[in-house]
């Protein structure tokens, strides 16, 4: 539709009545205008912050000195056999993490979606808190209890006769593999999935049950085929983000020279001088090694499309027989290793003087506590943290609702780019854009005042969860029956005052939900701002990244503890209002 | 062919309301609505009748201007309301007509009287009148008391109202009704169309109605629009529809009608002499659509089943008839549903009445009624 929404008459004088919809009319030239700008702006930054890194890879000068072209940094990444360990690594570990969460987590996915599992809502309600555990809190508890022969899990597990060894290294590639199982990587597949099995018509598990056969034998020959194609989206979308992961490998890796391309992109940054050079070129080749996989997914995500949802279907669980209660108490020690033990035990390590070790005099102190709300770093962190969450939040509610709604509504000649820019940073690890921003804000002389400040982190956070953003706003706009706004228009709404009175209200939920989502990312992000939030700026991640680095343990748990409890906490009013949302949603496009 | 004004016919003198001179609406190449011209006259209901996809939601679109004519003019009034060549294009809030949607559109995040209201918000009414304004026509969709009822507990038949009262509320001159009663049940949908009859008569408001439902239209137009591929094949009250169909098209979509193919004999000032397939000779005084109406030319005859009388057997040498067998009975309580075969394989699907006694195999006699047997190209 053409907004002009008073395009000239002719020979008819304009209504002389006072109309609320011909305030916020604005010329057909002025919105191309306006549209055109916001175009750029997203276009700029997502991709130059790439183009510097191309750039900058191929200044070869030393730190601080006249700029020097030339290729030596490729030729360094190529004659390096620490980039082809590093790649290995992060390949094969995104794959072992990606083989058992898939498993677990379509097993998971359908019993919650589908069986009569007991406490199935609760547990779901879980796996959502799951997916928003901060990953360098959960890293560290995990750290205390599993970390060598003083861990206290460890010390449990060598008391029991003919154990002499200490059970489990965390600093292992296993141990990796281990914190991202028990952060995000079973739990977003659950997450991802049950919709997905909730719209499979149950007359297809029905006809096969009685066929003969056994319910494990319906979810393997029946549900799991009709699901595959679901499942493998889901499956290379989560490879992608496994390949991006950085800052449990940081902790975790680091210590036994197990690299990967995210780790090795930030320890040539923060070498002495930083080899911005080097980094830079990392950057590409990882930026690169990406994309096949990103086109793949996107390749096959568009030539099957979520299949098997018609109109009409009955959603009757199955029965789990005697299995459901061992089961559930399977799932739910799951999700108690992967909410309440990191939860508890970092907070139990907040009270005590040296983690895990009892057998002193007075194990237990409040001095973690007292020191951290004296310590000025972790006060101004923890207000940088707020700010840094607020202002995120609620800018990304206005900028994403716009972009979202100038891809769906606008006829617009950019709106497809616009939509290409805003899946641009999937592509783009967190760290990798965290240099790509360094570089933008220190070269170019119109940014450089923002430098330094917050502001600085909050489009570096805007970016990364613009994709998610945009979309899931887009997936409300779109769920809004046409005819709701068709009705506002035909009643004398313009466009903006039905945008106001209509559209809004209905997303406004959703618009909620990624408000939250933004301030969770926020308040847990590492990689995105590692190299941006320093000094004045630094939120609390990066200052627990930096206490980790160093050693003092409880301090960090102490600030873990606080981004765990505000993360959660916007996690579970997230899913209260997402779920209301839902229904709403529903009822909207059945009208 | 000749077209006389027949009964129920006169020319409309109340006022023009909305005007389509010649509109045409391009999908690429595809002409969705190919040069459509109709008025709606205050007070009247116009229907634009025809199957899916022959372009009246299009057009009725067009009217509120929810999509641009590609050529030609729509006027609203004396107001050019969208009109290319004279760059002219009036967006649809601005047109102040109203709109009921298919599926209603309830807003599901308003009231009842917040959805009602909106028309009348936009326009910047004070609040006294919007209260009084929602409150009356509520009570005249049988509303009264659901005012504070949220949008999304409504049955379909509420919804309906709502959706009605909210086109209503601001005076529009015009209300635009795309297939409101396709998504109730039968019986709602004849209680709903009922009430809007007589509702529009009460308030003496112009409405243009798209269905694909022709009892539907029948049942509520003052005048049908039948469309065909993006074109209007015929247009009048009714009636003159039903009887007088201009083409086969609207004679074949409004009813049914026994055909049977035939052979002209001769055309004279008293009607036209046609010859069945076995030697029967039959008189039709109705309208006769060949274009070549020599002796011998291919035509087919249309009666509408219920104007056939069905004659026994033994009254042989009545006049106009045509000899037939009851092939098929079934009782449907209120009637028999019979299939006939007539001469030459060819057969009539009609209702037979509980006054006699029928059964299958049963010799017949079909009278058709000179009057209304049309005569047509066998194509």
């Known amino acids: 539709m053409n907004t002009a929404a008073t395009t000239a008459i002719a020979n008819e004088p304009a209504d002389a009545r006072p109309r609320a919809r011909s305030r916020f009319a604005v010329s057909p030239q002025v919105r191309l205008l306006l549209l055109t700008l916001l175009l750029a702006v997203v276009g700029f930054l997502v991709i130059y912050p790439v183009l510097s890194l191309l750039i900058?890879?191929?200044?070869?000068?030393?730190?601080?000195?006249?700029?020097?072209?030339?290729?030596?940094?490729?030729?360094?990444?190529?004659?390096?056999?620490?980039?082809?360990?590093?790649?290995?690594?992060?390949?094969?570990?995104?794959?072992?993490?990606?083989?058992?969460?898939?498993?677990?987590?379509?097993?998971?996915?359908?019993?919650?979606?589908?069986?009569?599992?007991?406490?199935?809502?609760?547990?779901?309600?879980?796996?959502?808190?799951?997916?928003?555990?901060?990953?360098?809190?959960?890293?560290?508890?995990?750290?205390?209890?599993?970390?060598?022969?003083?861990?206290?899990?460890?010390?449990?597990?060598?008391?029991?006769?003919?154990?002499?060894?200490?059970?489990?290294?965390?600093?292992?590639?296993?141990?990796?593999?281990?914190?991202?199982?028990?952060?995000?990587?079973?739990?977003?597949?659950?997450?991802?999935?049950?919709?997905?099995?909730?719209?499979?018509?149950?007359?297809?598990?029905?006809?096969?049950?009685?066929?003969?056969?056994?319910?494990?034998?319906?979810?393997?020959?029946?549900?799991?085929?009709?699901?595959?194609?679901?499942?493998?989206?889901?499956?290379?979308?989560?490879?992608?983000?496994?390949?991006?992961?950085?800052?449990?490998?940081?902790?975790?890796?680091?210590?036994?020279?197990?690299?990967?391309?995210?780790?090795?992109?930030?320890?040539?940054?923060?070498?002495?001088?930083?080899?911005?050079?080097?980094?830079?070129?990392?950057?590409?080749?990882?930026?690169?090694?990406?994309?096949?996989?990103?086109?793949?997914?996107?390749?096959?995500?568009?030539?099957?499309?979520?299949?098997?949802?018609?109109?009409?279907?009955?959603?009757?669980?199955?029965?789990?027989?005697?299995?459901?209660?061992?089961?559930?108490?399977?799932?739910?020690?799951?999700?108690t290793l992967m909410t309440l033990v990191p939860f508890g035990f970092l907070t139990m390590a907040t009270f005590m003087k040296m983690f895990g070790i009892f057998k002193m005099a007075t194990p237990w102190t409040l001095d973690n506590w007292l020191a951290a709300m004296t310590h000025g770093a972790i006060e101004r962190s923890f207000f940088n943290t707020l700010k840094l969450a607020f202002s995120a939040a609620i800018s990304g509610m206005i900028a994403y609702t716009v972009i979202a709604y100038v891809i769906v509504k606008a006829k617009f000649y950019g709106a497809r780019v616009l939509d290409f820019f805003t899946w641009l940073p999937t592509l783009v690890p967190g760290l990798v854009l965290s240099l790509g921003f360094l570089q933008m804000f220190t070269g170019v002389g119109f940014f450089r005042p923002l430098y330094g400040t917050l502001a600085v982190l909050v489009i570096a956070i805007l970016i990364g969860t613009m994709t998610i953003g945009t979309q899931m706003i887009r997936v409300a706009l779109v769920q809004i029956g046409r005819e709701l706004e068709e009705a506002a228009w035909a009643a004398g709404g313009s466009r903006f005052y039905t945008f106001r009175r209509v559209v809004l209200p209905l997303i406004a939920p959703s618009i909620a939900v990624i408000g939250l989502e933004i301030f969770a990312t926020a308040n847990a992000a590492v990689g995105i701002i590692a190299l941006l939030g320093t000094g004045s700026t630094q939120p609390l991640s990066i200052l627990q990244l930096t206490l980790l680095d160093s050693g003092r343990f409880e301090q960090a748990a102490v600030i873990g503890v606080l981004i765990m409890t505000m993360t959660i906490a916007s996690a579970i009013l997230a899913r209260y209002i997402g779920h209301r949302v839902g229904l709403g949603h529903q009822r909207a496009t059945a009208a | 062919m000749t077209q006389s004004v027949s009964q129920g016919e006169q020319p409309n003198v109340s006022p023009v309301v909305l005007r389509m001179e010649g509109v045409s609406r391009y999908f690429g190449a595809h002409a969705a609505v190919d040069c459509v011209s109709f008025e709606l006259h205050k007070g009247e209901v116009l229907t634009l009748l025809g199957p899916s996809g022959c372009g009246k939601t299009t057009t009725l679109r067009m009217a509120i201007g929810l999509e641009r004519v590609s050529s030609g003019r729509v006027l609203y009034g004396s107001r050019v309301i969208d009109a290319p060549a004279e760059r002219i294009f009036v967006s649809p809030e601005d047109r102040d007509m109203g709109m009921v949607f298919q599926s209603y559109a309830i807003w599901p995040h308003m009231s009842v009287f917040e959805n009602v209201a909106f028309p009348l918000r936009t326009r910047g009414a004070p609040k006294s009148t919007i209260d009084s304004k929602v409150n009356e026509i509520l009570t005249h969709v049988g509303l009264a008391g659901f005012a504070a009822r949220p949008g999304m507990h409504l049955s379909g038949g509420q919804q309906q109202r709502v959706a009605v009262a909210r086109g209503l509320v601001a005076n529009p001159d015009v209300l635009l009704m795309d297939e409101p009663f396709s998504?109730?049940?039968?019986?709602?949908?004849?209680?709903?169309?009922?009430?809007?009859?007589?509702?529009?008569?009460?308030?003496?408001?112009?409405?243009?109605?798209?269905?694909?439902?022709?009892?539907?239209?029948?049942?509520?137009?003052?005048?049908?629009?039948?469309?065909?591929?993006?074109?209007?094949?015929?247009?009048?009250?009714?009636?003159?529809?039903?009887?007088?169909?201009?083409?086969?098209?609207?004679?074949?979509?409004?009813?049914?009608?026994?055909?049977?193919?035939?052979?002209?004999?001769?055309?004279?000032?008293?009607?036209?002499?046609?010859?069945?397939?076995?030697?029967?000779?039959?008189?039709?005084?109705?309208?006769?659509?060949?274009?070549?109406?020599?002796?011998?030319?291919?035509?087919?005859?249309?009666?509408?089943?219920?104007?056939?009388?069905?004659?026994?057997?033994?009254?042989?040498?009545?006049?106009?008839?045509?000899?037939?067998?009851?092939?098929?009975?079934l009782f449907l309580g209120q009637y028999y549903e019979a299939i006939i075969d007539l001469p030459r394989g060819q057969e009539a699907q009609m209702h037979l009445g509980r006054e006699a006694t029928w059964h299958e195999g049963q010799q017949i006699h079909l009278q058709f009624p000179k009057e209304h047997v049309q005569i047509w190209d066998r194509q």
């Open chain 1, 56 to 335: 900058t890879s191929f200044e070869v000068s030393e730190f601080g000195q006249a700029t020097v072209h030339g290729t030596s940094n490729w030729e360094r990444v190529f004659s390096q056999d620490n980039l082809n360990k590093a790649l290995w690594n992060t390949v094969s570990l995104a794959f072992m993490r990606q083989l058992i969460g898939v498993v677990l987590g379509v097993c998971i996915a359908w019993m919650i979606a589908r069986t009569n599992l007991p406490g199935r809502t609760i547990l779901e309600v879980g796996f959502w808190i799951a997916l928003f555990m901060p990953a360098l809190p959960v890293t560290l508890s995990w750290v205390l209890l599993l970390a060598g022969r003083n861990a206290m899990l460890n010390q449990l597990i060598m008391q029991l006769p003919f154990v002499e060894r200490p059970f489990f290294n965390i600093y292992s590639w296993w141990g990796i593999v281990w914190v991202h199982l028990m952060t995000s990587s079973i739990a977003v597949k659950v997450f991802l999935l049950v919709p997905a099995f909730r719209s499979l018509d149950s007359s297809l598990e029905e006809a096969a049950r009685t066929s003969g056969a056994s319910i494990a034998r319906v979810f393997w020959r029946i549900v799991v085929p009709i699901m595959a194609p679901g499942i493998l989206v889901v499956v290379l979308l989560s490879f992608i983000r496994s390949m991006q992961a950085f800052e449990i490998e940081l902790i975790l890796g680091a210590p036994k020279g197990i690299s990967v391309f995210s780790t090795i992109i930030f320890s040539a940054m923060t070498r002495e001088p930083p080899m911005q050079g080097l980094a830079s070129a990392l950057s590409i080749v990882f930026i690169l090694s990406i994309i096949p996989f990103v086109i793949l997914q996107q390749w096959y995500s568009h030539r099957h499309s979520y299949a098997s949802i018609s109109g009409k279907f009955s959603n009757r669980v199955q029965d789990l027989g005697r299995w459901r209660w061992p089961l559930f108490c399977a799932i739910a020690l799951l999700l």
């Open chain 2, 183 to 329: 998504n109730l049940d039968a019986k709602l949908r004849d209680r709903l169309r009922t009430e809007l009859r007589v509702l529009q008569r009460r308030l003496n408001i112009s409405i243009l109605f798209v269905t694909h439902d022709q009892t539907e239209a029948l049942a509520l137009s003052d005048r049908i629009a039948v469309m065909r591929d993006g074109k209007i094949e015929q247009i009048g009250p009714p009636i003159e529809l039903y009887t007088h169909p201009a083409t086969p098209f609207v004679r074949d979509f409004l009813g049914q009608s026994v055909l049977v193919r035939a052979r002209i004999v001769e055309s004279g000032a008293d009607g036209t002499r046609v010859r069945l397939g076995d030697g029967t000779q039959l008189v039709s005084h109705g309208r006769n659509h060949l274009a070549n109406a020599a002796t011998e030319a291919k035509c087919l005859l249309s009666v509408r089943p219920e104007e056939i009388r069905i004659v026994p057997a033994a009254m042989n040498g009545a006049a106009n008839t045509v000899a037939g067998t009851i092939r098929h009975l």
